[in-house]
């Protein structure tokens, strides 16, 4: 599966798409199939670092839709 990430702080150019394995669901999660995400005003915060709880490195687009 395919997802941006950002490693660090900065301007979008930190932005990086990179290759994962789909994840393994526990017994009690579910994987879903994301069709379209969503990248918001939120993310671009998360980014640029204005929010200090954001973990690095950041995965950006949690607003999803799919099956």
């Not at 017994?27 to 954001?54: C, K, Q, T």
């Amino acid at each position: 599966m395919r997802v941006i990430t950002a490693p660090g702080f900065g301007p979008p150019g930190v932005l990086r798409i990179e290759e994962r394995p789909i994840p393994r669901p526990q017994a009690d999660e579910v994987v879903v199939e994301v069709r379209a995400a969503g990248v918001n005003l939120m993310d671009s915060y998360l980014r640029r670092g204005m929010h200090p709880s954001a973990p690095l490195p950041l995965v950006l687009g949690s607003r999803v839709r799919g099956w």
